[in-house]
């Protein structure tokens, strides 16, 4: 079992590394090229699909299936909001953000306009969340991490 949750977690690493594998050098095929890529490297046929599952309905049409897939479908475009509010805040931060302050940045369409509210819904439906759960564990999860990802930011 522990082998297993290990080897998951392992694998949600990867896949989050790799997601954006093809943007930057092919930003046109984006989660088309990374097929193409992983399969170079012979990365399995799971991890190709939690890839090129991120971008589904707007460069892609895989479906996100697994739970891991759904999560990354549904916050790719919401940490880049959450992000882009904290960087309003005078803390520069998202540690001292509460939810009902991100669900106001939500809903106004002009703030980082470019962070699709439609993804991010359909996000929560994918998991059979709650939109209000998908902003409140992503906000939570962001504050745990950002220290270390400061930490590795200043590398
Ligand atoms: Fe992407």
């Given amino acids: 079992m522990q082998k297993n949750m290990d080897m998951m977690k392992s694998f949600g690493v990867l896949f989050g590394l ?7 050098c092919y930003p046109e095929e984006h989660c088309k090229k ?39 479908f549904a916050t790719d475009e919401l940490t880049g909001l959450i992000w882009a509010a904290a960087k309003m805040r005078p803390s520069k931060s998202t540690k001292d953000m509460e939810l009902s302050s991100l669900k106001k940045k939500f809903k106004d369409k002009k703030f980082a306009a470019g962070c699709s509210r439609d993804i991010i819904k359909k996000g929560a439906e ?27 930011m200043i590398k």
């Fill in 18 to 24: 790799l997601h954006d594998v093809d943007f930057e």
């Fill in 34 to 72: 990374a097929q193409e890529l992983l399969k170079e490297i012979d990365a399995s046929e799971e991890l190709i699909h939690a890839v090129c599952s991120h971008g589904y309905g707007i460069c892609s049409d895989v479906e996100p299936k697994h739970e891991m897939e759904k999560i990354l």
């Fill in 126 to 152: 994918l998991l059979g969340w709650e939109l209000d759960k998908l902003l409140e564990e992503t906000l939570e999860a962001m504050k745990n991490v950002e220290n270390s990802v400061e930490k590795e």
